[in-house]
């Protein structure tokens, strides 16, 4: 499984909803960030969590957003930043 | 002089509660007798995982800190393959990949789990109450300087606060910055200094 993004890639969160067992935070839903790492394929956890098998592997981030991107009225430095994991399929390319 | 103390349960941290759900306690228990019941889990190997579990402090993160402020190749393998160098050392990583993250006079980490509570156990033990509450998983991402500051950390503009937030496969050890006037310590008392909380990233080493 060759990972569709790049580091550095601008991507974008997706904003869907979705039942069971997701790991992709809601506040975090429909923003925009940075591919700062490429953590391979991992079990997929929706899957895991509802007793299936985690197939098939979902591609694994660490993305990086900025503070004031995620939070338009965040106080603190410009530079301040937050990593979340990400796996590809809530991914989008920005 | 102690400049910054150590946040081990010594005062209440906002979120803190006394108890788990009762709701919650009684569904575990339901469960736990249900599995001992059908022959599916022995009371006593249980038993001995609690223990285990709870037997586990901090101690193993801070001797790795302790180690990777002595040694640089050992800090450079560490932040490059936090997993393949903890394999090496022989800790059981029990699935998650652990992700070393360091801290210097301009970038400051911190940890959180936003989603549940999830935190590398087998190097820092059981998380504190505080961990796990809706007020810290939910403030650390949204107000990260002004939760540090209640545990005491007040950082400057010119430093770069970074959240991670372990969504995923992947747990977070802080490597915090060796304090001044360590220089002659050996690592055993080097790793005295190293508190749960700094490997968390709510807390600075303590100096000496």
Request: net charge negative; charged share 30%.
């Amino acid at each position: 499984v060759n990972p569709q993004f790049r580091v550095g890639d601008a991507v974008r969160v997706d904003e869907r909803e979705q039942g069971g067992h997701v790991r992709t935070p809601r506040y975090i839903r429909g923003k925009r960030g940075v591919v700062s790492e490429i953590r391979g394929p991992h079990p997929d956890p929706e899957k895991l969590g509802s007793g299936r098998l985690g197939v098939p592997f979902r591609m694994l981030y660490r993305v990086s957003f900025a503070q004031r991107e995620v939070w338009p009225d965040y106080r603190g430095g410009p530079a301040d930043r937050l990593f979340v994991d990400l796996y590809e399929h809530w991914l989008k390319e920005e | 002089m102690m400049e910054h103390h150590d946040h081990d349960h010594d005062h209440a941290h906002p979120g803190d509660h006394p108890q788990a759900d009762p709701e919650v306690a009684l569904l575990e228990q339901a469960v736990r007798e249900l599995l001992i019941e059908k022959g599916i889990i022995e009371p006593e190997a249980l038993q001995a995982n609690i223990e285990a579990m709870e037997g586990r402090s901090a101690e193993k993160g801070a001797e790795i800190v302790a180690r990777a402020w002595l040694e640089p190749e050992f800090k450079a393998q560490l932040l490059a393959d936090g997993a393949g160098t903890m394999r090496k050392l022989g800790v059981d990583l029990r699935g998650p990949e652990l992700h070393v993250v360091e801290n210097t006079p301009r970038v400051h980490n911190m940890v959180v789990c936003t989603l549940c509570s999830c935190y590398p156990r087998y190097l820092l033990g059981i998380p504190p109450l505080w961990y796990k509450s809706f007020e810290y998983r939910s403030r650390a991402v949204r107000e990260p300087r002004a939760v540090l500051a209640e545990f005491g950390m007040t950082l400057g503009a010119n430093v770069e606060v970074r959240v991670h937030d372990s969504t995923a496969d992947l747990r977070y050890l802080v490597l915090p910055m060796r304090p001044e006037g360590t220089e002659n310590m050996s690592q055993a008392e080097l790793a005295a200094l190293v508190s749960r909380d700094a490997l968390i990233g709510t807390a600075p080493a303590r100096r000496p």
